[in-house]
């Protein structure tokens, strides 16, 4: 007998919601604004992700948040002199993270999460578009999962600044690989 697809949702849910009576500190959520590099491998386009995220903490260590962002991608073609792909990728993930030091001043992470992405894409390799190397304009939504690395530091008051290193694995289109940095603030 096949497990019904309802039992993978309902088993996270009750999870989560045992969690949520744990004492989860004075400033249980926190707001955060981030910038990263993105490096995507197919086609080997570089660009920026442009992302916000407000994450809760259901109790010391673990905490769930929601991340949007805007990731931008290019790569330039010297010998045609056009931008031969041109990546903009809407992109929305519920993520789960674990904070492995727990410590006042210092978070250090590791999470995962399933997200989607709306993508619009301008391609003009041979292999995707054209022959004659007029460009091929796809226009889809994929799903997918994400896995990363996060640290915090507290500044100021109810300050927080820290770094993240994600990987963004799609159904279908390219991989996303980010570095990058975040600012914002515990309430």
Known sequence: MKPSLRFFYIIPIVFLLSLSSAQAGKDPS???????????SEYDSQGLMF????SHHLSDRFAVSLNLG???????????????????????NLEASFDLINNQAMAFRIG???????????????????VDGSVKHIKTSD?????????????????VAGGRVGYYYYT????VFSIGLHVGFKF
């Open 51 to 54: 992302s916000n995220s407000f």
């Open 112 to 130: 995962g999460g399933l997200g989607g992405r709306h993508r619009a894409e301008i391609n003009s390799n041979a292999e995707d578009g054209t």
């Open 172 to 175: 279908s289109g390219t991989p």
């Open 143 to 159: 799903i997918g999962y994400n896995g990363f690395i996060e640290n915090d530091f507290n500044i100021l008051r109810n300050g």
């Open 30 to 40: 926190a707001l955060k604004a981030g910038v990263s590099y993105i490096w995507l």
């Open 70 to 92: 805007l990731a931008t991608g290019s790569r330039y073609d010297d010998v045609k002199e056009i931008y031969s792909i041109k990546n903009t990728f809407y992109m929305a």
